[in-house]
């Protein structure tokens, strides 16, 4: 019994195999009969068509207008769901009709966005995908460039062409776009009812996660002040001055965990920069990032931090005048005037609020700077400058002679200086309404 059972078995096994492979050489003798069938005709070939499609549109300046193009039933219904939908009963009625050869006429009505060559171009492409009259093989689409796929896109749709709409939007996904391009593309799907898909996925607005990541790589590399560092300070410049809210809101939120790490790192920065003077000329650095930053019209939280770390910075700097042997190298070698320099600038400007001791100290740092230089048979020339002098006259009068005093002999040798000295003395002088000297 068991015997018998398994031979039984075997043969039905046997028997479906031979029956499905009946069918396949069937099925292949049938696609073999319509592709010889297929490859003996032509696009829009009059002799040997069996369909005709005419192209309508309606416009209020001409009218109806109509183009006929000669097809072929097979080539139709192979290709388009639209045309085997429309042709496979014969269907009679008033966009159905046949002509004096017997042929079916189809009259398909083109919307606003259609035109007779982008629908000509499109069903010329049917023939390309079976590789009618080419030998080409099946879904062998190519595009002659941008415009081509483009046009291909709405009669694709209208028509139920699916793998020639599939492939001209893998196309147009797969090459760039100019600003002009993206912008046809954007007006045909705003005036047609073809879905987005993936084709408009590079348009779409980044995540505020994206935006913030990428932008906090943007301005990390804005700060460090780098010769590259320079597109991204005027694009980080023009998002800061921009109307869009989102914009600024993306740019701000990275600014503020800028000033938040430099906060917090600022004076550890500043004394290992110190510690290693000339050995690391970090300072200018440092300062060129710190004007940069500080001159950004800066959001609130930012401006707040910003306000911190200029006070901490002048917290660390100010001690430094009193160890003379290293100060002249500080200032002149390591870089220390750069960043002496943009804290002046804060100040005269408004943006960092100082006690007058602070701003007097500010002020002897440099003269005693000039001082050292002198003294190592170094001469700076030209007059005071004008920052500085500016940060000299918020002090008061007896506070400003402090200053000067320590310097008077140097500055007698700088002829230069006379101007700027002599305006100082006749203001010192007439103070208190008296004059004390006839200047």
Known sequence: ????????????????????????????????????????????????????????????????????????????????????????????????????????????????????????????????????????????????????????????????????????????????????EEGMIVELLSRTRIPEEKLLERTREASITTQYRILEAVVANAVQGLRSSAFCRSFVEKLLSSDSSSNRQVIERALNEIFKDLEASSVETLKKLIQNLVKDAGFKAFADKLEWLFGLPLPLVASERSLKIKRKIVDVVLPLRSDKSDFRILFWSAGLSNLHSVLVAEVIKGR??????????????????????????????????????????????????????????IISDERAWAPWFQCWMEKVCHAGGEPVLQC
């Open 352 to 409: 960092l609020p100082l006690d007058v001791e602070c701003r007097k100290g500010l002020v002897e740092m440099w003269f005693l700077a000039f001082k050292s230089l002198s003294e190592a048979g170094c001469s700076l020339g030209g007059r005071l400058p004008d920052p500085e002098l500016a940060l000299l006259s918020t002090l008061p009068l007896d506070d400003q002679a402090e200053v000067i005093e320590p310097v008077l002999s």
């Open 1 to 180: 019994m068991p015997t018998i059972r398994r031979c039984f078995s075997a043969n039905k096994m046997k028997r479906s195999a031979m029956a499905a492979m009946e069918t396949d050489a069937q099925d292949a003798q049938e696609d073999a009969l319509k592709a010889q069938k297929l490859d003996h005709v032509i696009f829009n070939d009059a002799s040997s068509s069996d369909v005709v499609i005419r192209l309508v549109k309606e416009t209020a300046a001409d009218g109806a207008t109509s183009e006929a193009l000669y097809l072929h039933t097979d080539v139709l219904v192979a290709c388009s769901t639209y045309f085997a939908a429309q042709l496979s009963e014969r269907w009679v009625g008033a966009d159905v009709s046949v002509d004096e050869q017997g042929r079916l006429v189809l009259v398909v009505h083109l919307n606003d966005a259609g035109s007779f060559e982008a629908f000509s171009v499109a069903l010329a492409k049917l023939y390309a995908e079976l590789g009618v009259g080419r030998g080409q093989s099946e879904k062998d689409i190519s595009f002659s460039g941008f415009q081509e796929a483009l046009a291909c896109l709405q009669p694709a749709d209208q028509l139920g062409l699916e793998s020639l709409y599939k492939s001209a939007v893998s196309y147009l996904q797969s090459i760039p776009w100019t600003v002009q």
